[in-house]
């Protein structure tokens, strides 16, 4: 047994022996080990007698063969000076190790004499078709069977577009990756600002510290149209005895009636404006300015759409949102106009309301006050002089936002849905001294 762990001991060190660990790399240059078929890539700009690649690993015998002839090396220290588009076999007390490839990248530059798009703006809506002057050598290695294999050179086109900043359009840079040789043309987003395209590359180049050669076309003027639609809302952040109501400017959703105006913000490359407001997936209005206001003052939810366009049948849409709540009313029982500041009027809690009025009367029948805006009450006084305490009589008619009067009435209410009639008695009472 101590005999067969011995032998799988010394297995197992000779094993590691063989599957040595080494690299190759180059005093310039850069290496790949990412392509199929052979270990290395080795790419240069520009080879001299002082380019080298070392091998670093360990050995005894050293052998560097060319693909062409693997009988005869051309060096045999750790070391040594390669051939442009020239294959080699790396043997170490031999036994074939690696295998590389080596490519003087000077003898490949690419010419990008321009950039050009083609002039019809009718076909830019969504795309422009870049169209490509140059000439890209095709990059090649080969395998050690004499296979050659193409390697992908990769460019950059660079332009500007527009992009929602959260308030206002922002200008963001764009790219677009392009694998050459191939078409010398090449479809892209089409931007939504006037800009120029940029074409450069490849990168090899930038492995190589070299600055990558670029063409820049003339100046585009933007066809394609874009906008944000955005919502401001009028505010009653001081009507304390509505629910819901709306205290942002960003609010689309709370008690009616709503007040909004809505902005389209567009591109520059927009000239018309249509917008839509649905109901029910009906359209009720239909306006063609930049920016809207409307108010909404109808239980429901509605989509409100503007359309852009321009004269090169380019259009986009965009949409929003808005609810407006089910009506609610509520009246107290009790009230304290002693001026402390905690329910010193006789007011209703409401929520979407559009048609108001109430009437106070005191104990004898005798109308002592009245009014139609549900945002206000009643304070107590009675032409200018406070009120005795004791009970009090009002009488509440409104309509809120989901009125329809073609509606059933209800069988004891006998009131349509939306429609309110409230009456009962509130009190008064004062503190000592009030």
């Known amino acids: 047994m101590r005999k067969f762990i011995l032998a799988l001991c010394l297995f197992a060190l000779a094993m590691t022996a063989s599957a040595q660990q080494f690299s190759l790399t180059a005093n310039s240059g850069k290496s790949y080990k990412t392509f199929p078929g052979i270990d290395y890539v080795f790419m240069f700009n520009g080879i001299t007698t002082a380019t080298e690649i070392t091998y670093n690993g360990t050995g005894t015998i050293i052998n560097w063969y060319k693909f062409s002839n693997k009988t005869t090396p051309v060096s045999n220290q750790s070391t040594f000076s390669p051939d442009g588009d020239t294959g080699y076999v790396l043997n170490v007390d031999g036994k074939d190790v690696a295998t590389i490839w080596v490519i003087d990248y000077s003898a490949y530059i690419p010419k990008l004499n321009n950039i050009d798009y083609e002039k019809n703006p009718a076909i830019q809506c969504h795309d422009v078709n870049l169209l490509l002057d140059i000439q890209v050598p095709t990059l090649n290695y080969q395998t050690v069977d004499g296979t050659s294999h193409a390697i992908s050179r990769n460019f950059n086109i660079t332009y500007n577009t527009l992009t929602w900043g959260g308030a206002a359009w922002q200008q963001k840079d764009t790219t677009v990756m392009i694998t050459l040789p191939g078409l010398n043309q090449k479809t892209v987003p089409a931007p ?11 990168q090899y180049a930038s492995d190589l510290n070299m600055t990558p050669v670029t063409t820049t076309s003339s100046l585009y003027t933007a066809v394609a149209v874009i906008c944000h639609e955005t919502s401001i809302t009028t505010t009653r952040k001081d009507v304390l005895n509505e629910n819901e109501r709306p205290k942002e400017a960003t609010d689309i959703n709370n008690s009616g009636p709503l007040e909004i105006q809505f902005l389209s913000n567009p591109n520059d490359a927009v000239q018309y404006y249509k917008w839509e407001i649905f109901k029910d997936n009906k359209s009720i209005v239909t306006r063609g300015d930049k920016n809207i206001r409307y108010t909404f003052t109808e239980y429901g939810t509605y989509k409100v759409a503007v359309t852009v366009s321009n004269a090169n049948t380019c259009s986009y849409t965009d949409s929003i949102i808005v609810t407006v709540s089910e009506s609610q009313i ?35 029948g005798r109308l002592v006050y009245e009014w139609s805006d549900p945002t206000k009450g009643w304070d107590g006084n009675i032409g200018g002089k406070k009120a005795s305490p004791g009970a009090y009589f009002y009488v509440i008619k409104a309509l809120g936002a989901d009125y329809n009067p073609s509606s059933k009435p209800n069988p004891k209410t006998k009131r349509r849905v939306g429609e309110y009639y409230l009456k009962g008695d509130i009190n008064l009472l004062r503190g000592a001294g009030n």
């Not at 009790?334 to 009367?361: L, M, Q």
Request: some cysteine.
């Open 330 to 364: 509520q009246a107290p029982n009790v009230f304290t106009p002693n001026g402390d500041g905690h329910n010193d009027e006789f007011r209703v809690a409401y929520k979407s309301i559009t048609s108001f009025h109430c009437w106070i009367y005191n104990r004898w």
């Open 192 to 202: 939504y600002c006037n800009t120029t395209f940029t074409l450069s590359g490849d």
